[in-house]
């Protein structure tokens, strides 16, 4: 009788450990995380760290972006950083890219314009699924075309417009149609009661999609058009496409 | 009546603790991390791939303008051809040797094209030319790019490397995956006696 009972206590103290060490494994074991720099959050189509361009600029260029993820569902994001923290530019892009999951998940459709002054460094970091058509040479000549004569001349603003142009039209999208770059707003009132409904769970959906439930897959979506915070990647990875410069 | 019912939950406990045990243990940890190595390695051979497939179109460029540089321009040539020809055997990612000959050819490449690469800053007419520009480029991007898929790939091995070394992994693949085996990974010690020397 007391055998029995002692066996049992033995049994569940075995397992019970077992169970502990699992349990400390999972809490234990996630993989520490290779050292990454910091990066700025991404509040918006145009993330201005370094303060390189001026309001109206930063509005029209996000514009575009909104209008060309609109039509196609890729994403380009401009990106000005005050620092490398020591990173080369083509390690900083890439490990950015992948934080923020810019483009669609699973295609990989993003794209980032990183220009960081006080390095003197820009680059053009390409998805994985645009590299066949943004190729490491078109990059190239963007920047040593569009970008990098402006650049020397001390016209940040001008590069960026020059540049993020020429990455719309190389991917498809004419940025400077002004018909294409402002979404008419009255569409908004011909909306059903119904599809109003729809999109305000939408926007709900997106709203806790930001706190993590659905991991920003539904990216920046009609919503991230239309009010700058609610812009977030898609998910899309990055793998050293693109091109760099300097001046 | 009282001890039935007490025997019976606990066993229903134990039951219960098992189950849980197991589910936190995650039996496919194992296979699912050798997944993410193959998809990994498949990266790196695909970029090593790219970049051979630059060279012939490179060196002709080159030789167009710079004949003279007769000796760099075979070296690359031939780094390449052994770098292509190393058969990779079955057992590459958990054979140590010859995974370090493969890493040793294409280090070899790597620096016969730096070298390359050096030797071109002489010729600025070559420098201008567009075509030359733009496989210059290409093979910066490729080299980014192994470098990049160089870098997933240890990363993903040191992931199943420690899956497979560490409790309860190692309960769970000595049950489960025998076969399975610590896999090999880059390291700078095979590379380093290549890097490219520049002259003056």
Not at chain 1, 26 to 54: C, H, M, N, Y
Not at chain 1, 219 to 236: D, K, P
């Amino acid at each position: 009788m007391r055998s029995i009972r002692d066996r049992r206590t033995a049994a569940w103290a075995i397992r019970s450990a077992a169970l502990l060490l699992c349990v400390i494994h999972i809490v234990a074991g996630l993989p520490a995380s290779a050292a990454e720099p910091k990066f700025p959050q991404l509040t918006g189509r145009v993330v201005d760290e370094a303060a390189l361009l001026s309001v109206p600029v930063r509005d029209r260029i996000t514009g575009w972006l909104a209008a060309f993820e609109r039509a196609s569902k890729r994403q380009l994001v401009v990106v000005t950083v005050k620092d490398l923290q020591g990173y080369p530019i083509e390690d900083f892009g890439y490990r950015l890219g992948r934080v923020w999951g810019i483009g669609e998940k699973d295609k990989n459709t993003g794209v980032i314009l990183l220009v960081a002054p006080n390095e003197r460094a820009v680059r053009i970091e390409v998805g994985y699924g645009l590299e066949g058509e943004l190729t490491d040479a078109i990059s190239r000549a963007i920047i040593e075309r569009n970008i990098l004569p402006a650049f020397r001349q001390g016209n940040y603003e001008q590069g960026v417009i020059n540049g993020t142009a020429a990455i719309l039209k190389v991917l498809g999208w004419d940025g400077e149609t002004p018909g294409a770059v402002v979404p008419a707003p009255e569409s908004q009132q011909e909306l059903s009661p119904l599809s109003l409904l729809i999109l305000i769970i939408l926007f709900v959906i997106f709203r806790f999609g930001r706190h993590g439930i659905f991991s920003g897959r539904h990216g920046g979506g009609v919503w991230g058009a239309r009010s700058r915070g609610g812009f977030s990647g898609g998910g899309g990875s990055f793998g050293g496409g693109g091109a760099s410069g300097r001046w | 009546m009282i001890r039935t019912f007490f025997s019976r939950s606990s066993r229903i406990f134990l039951i219960l603790f098992f189950a849980m045990g197991v589910a936190a243990c995650d039996i496919n940890a194992v296979p699912r991390n050798d997944e993410e190595v193959k998809a990994a390695w498949s990266e790196v051979l695909n970029q090593y791939q790219r970049r051979a497939d630059l060279v012939p179109n490179l060196v002709e460029t080159v030789a167009g303008y710079a004949r003279q540089e007769k000796e760099t321009l075979t070296a690359v040539i031939e780094a390449r051809s052994r770098a292509t020809q190393v058969q990779l055997p079955p057992d590459i990612l958990t054979n140590p040797e010859s995974f370090r000959q493969f890493q040793q050819s294409q280090a070899a490449l790597g620096g016969a094209l730096a070298r390359l690469m050096v030797v071109v800053e002489k010729y600025p007419e070559l420098k201008s030319n567009q075509n030359f520009l733009s496989l210059q480029s290409q093979l910066e991007g490729t080299e980014n790019r192994i470098t990049i898929a160089r870098r997933d790939y240890i990363l993903s091995v040191q992931k199943y490397n420690t899956e497979l070394r560490t409790i309860p992994g190692r309960w769970v693949a000595g049950v489960l995956y025998p076969e399975a085996e610590v896999k090999q990974t880059f390291d700078i010690s095979g590379e380093a006696k290549e890097a490219p020397k520049v002259k003056f």
